[in-house]
């Protein structure tokens, strides 16, 4: 006898993030705040009340209503997951049937292609230009052509730090028979959310996470906004305790102290601008060799020549950032941080760096 693994598994890799100690972290596009010393107390009375035997609040009603308040939207139109990315995979499930097309892009974030092929779509990558943007038109023109259930990607962008204006987003979610699902990860950084206007269409979901800009990753949180009747749709086919109640205290928490996350975010805004005031020095020092991309997001993108050597470079000076072929993403961190990544990048493109 034999167990054979099905086909779809066969060509998958398990998720391998940057794993060992670094001296300077800038590759996930975390948040570089720990929480405040009153958020710790007040998430620890929470921890002390909490009903342990119980099952978590399947819906997280508490948690949602405080998300939409801080964002100014009701709170029946959120649904709660288990990252953003668990997110990703119930939207998948809902409404994907086995050979629906779903539209993604590349470069984008990579897990949506992979949620897609777990439900068996099939999965057109569309290329971005070679200016790193999305061309509406053409995408508008592929939806309708090939049938596109889903057409999926990040705004900003994660890698490109390229933002989207609100305009381009609406034309496109107007002009195709499919759903759209918008990831606003990074758009506490960026101003063109759709997050008020979900009810306005029937094909618009929005994802938004904890991980970035509210600066909680280690909980795994993130929300899906949406009209009812595709928020009833996602309450149906999520499993029923998809977020635990610990999460749920601990966003409740984090939510009911909303200066504290406006504060965050203009700090880290600070900090974005800090890095790229750096990054354009270099900029002017090396016109040849180095190129900045974007930076609508808390991380930069630049085009580097030799951006695998100075990524080892980086290295093996303790500081970690992501390479994508011939670019860096940069996360922005504690101004230290910054000074010292610039500096190290500084030294390699001078060439006083070996890698
Ligand atoms: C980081 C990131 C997420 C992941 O969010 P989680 O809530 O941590 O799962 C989703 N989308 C994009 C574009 C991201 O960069």
Known sequence: MAFELNE???????????SGEYRIRLDANESFIPPSEELV??????????????YPDPYAAELCGLFAKFYGIKGELVTAGNGSDELISVIMNAFIQK?????????????????????ESNCIVLPKNGNLTIDIDEVISEANASGAR????SNPCNPTSIGIKRDEVRRLIKNVNSLVVLDEAYMDFYDQSLINEVESYDNLIILRTCSKAVGMAAIRLGFAIANKR????????????????VTQAIGCAVFSNPDSIRRAIVRINSSRDLLSEELKKLEKLFPEKLKIIANSANFVYTQVYGAKDMFAYLMKEGI??????????IT??????????AASMEKFLSGGGKS
Do not use: W
């Open 230 to 245: 595709l928020t009833a749709a996602l309450k149906c086919v999520k499993t029923p305790y998809n977020v635990n109640s």
């Open 99 to 119: 050979g629906d097309r779903v539209i993604c892009f590349s470069p984008d974030f990579s897990m949506y292609e992979f949620y897609s092929e777990i439900v």
């Open 8 to 18: 779809k598994l066969l060509n998958l890799q398990p998720y391998e993030p940057i």
């Open 41 to 54: 107390q007040s998430i620890a009375q929470r921890m002390a009340g909490l009903k342990y035997n119980r």
């Open 150 to 153: 889903i057409i999926i990607f």
């Open 332 to 341: 922005a961190g504690r101004n230290y941080e910054n000074l010292e990544l």
């Open 320 to 329: 970690i950032v992501r390479c994508f072929g011939d670019y860096l993403r």
